[in-house]
């Protein structure tokens, strides 16, 4: 039995077959509208979500299958006091696949101890998020056709944003890659990020404060969130939510076929004014994050077309 916890339970063979399933999935929908017939999905959201929730749902359904679950802690038993393991064992009998967001680092992994099926890690914490990097890496591939040869900007909460975290680690295997990593001081990329990851790799990188310095040199820019919820004080949060904010007037020197991601949601970090720039793919980025859920669900459940 496969589960998903962290990008690199998955070879870069097995996320080509998934990228290429995803791509297969948008030029033929139809062929896979009931190849999850009689299945369950079960949804386990400790935490808020709009799009990895709702396209996990809608890819389960677009596949033929059916969903249940819960959207947050508080309609479940955890607030009775219930285990993470427990919730888990007793769903395993009622879904198929079950895709589960928590707050704790480490909760779907512990998750698969007591599984009975497979286990997608649809974030946990500030850690890991493996299906928004299948989703930016199906955007990267559709927007650039390739995967290597890139440089790669992220940009604004690198310390807790777990996006960032799942996509360095994942990108780190590709050839020709660099990352330039823009953040405030406070807010700069894991120790083991940079250490375990980007430096053991070998891979080309710099640490940078100011946007505008780099945004000429970027094939891809990340933009991402500061993550409110992961912050100790609110003080500090409000010091540096605004530390970014992509408009029309830093885009000015940035490359003509520049790709501007974010897994969104979005606060003030990208201008409204830069949703009609043909380099904005946030909002194409979430439509691919069905399209590569229903290449994942089948994949675990080990099912063809
Ligand atoms: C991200 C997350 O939950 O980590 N959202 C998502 O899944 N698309 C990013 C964020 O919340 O900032």
């Keep these: 039995m496969r589960h998903l916890i962290d990008p690199m339970d998955l070879s870069v063979k097995e996320i080509d077959d998934i990228l290429n399933l995803a791509l297969n999935i948008i030029d033929d929908k139809d062929k896979y509208s009931e190849v999850c017939k009689g299945k369950k999905l079960a949804t386990l959201f400790f935490e808020p979500s709009t799009r990895t929730r709702l396209s996990f749902e809608a890819a389960m359904m677009e596949l033929g299958g059916n969903v249940l679950g819960f959207s947050s802690a508080n309609s479940s038993s955890s607030t009775k006091g219930e285990s993470v393991g427990d919730t888990v064992k007793v769903v395993s009998c009622y879904a198929d696949i079950i895709a589960m967001r928590h707050f704790k680092e480490g909760a779907p992994m512990l998750a698969t101890m007591k599984s009975d099926v497979p286990i997608i890690n649809a974030g946990d914490g500030g850690h890991n998020h493996p299906t928004q990097t299948l989703t ?170």
């Excluded at 375990?196 to 991402?224: A, F, Q």
């Excluded at 979430?286 to 459940?301: D, E, P, Q, Y």
Aim: proline share 4%.
């Design 136 to 305: 930016d890496l199906l955007t990267i591939r559709r927007e650039k056709g390739r995967l290597s040869n890139l440089t790669i900007g992220l940009c604004g909460d690198l310390m807790f944003g777990r996006t960032v975290h799942s996509l360095i680690k994942a990108l780190s295997r590709y050839e020709g890659i660099k990352f330039v990593l823009i953040s405030p001081d406070e807010l700069k990329i894991p120790e083991y990020i940079r250490t375990e990851v980007i430096e053991k790799n070998n891979i080309p990188y710099k640490e940078v404060t100011s946007m505008e310095d780099v945004i000429g040199e970027l094939d891809i820019l990340y933009m991402t969130r500061v993550q409110k919820e992961r912050f100790f004080n609110e003080a500090d949060y409000i010091r540096l939510k605004d530390s970014y904010i992509l408009d029309n007037s830093k885009l000015v020197s940035a490359k003509k076929d520049l790709s501007i991601l974010h897994p969104l949601p979005r606060v003030n970090e990208i201008a409204i004014e830069v949703d009609d720039d043909p380099r904005a793919c946030y909002f194409r980025q979430a439509l691919n994050g069905k399209f590569v859920r229903m290449a994942l669900i089948m994949t675990l459940l080990g099912l063809e077309a």
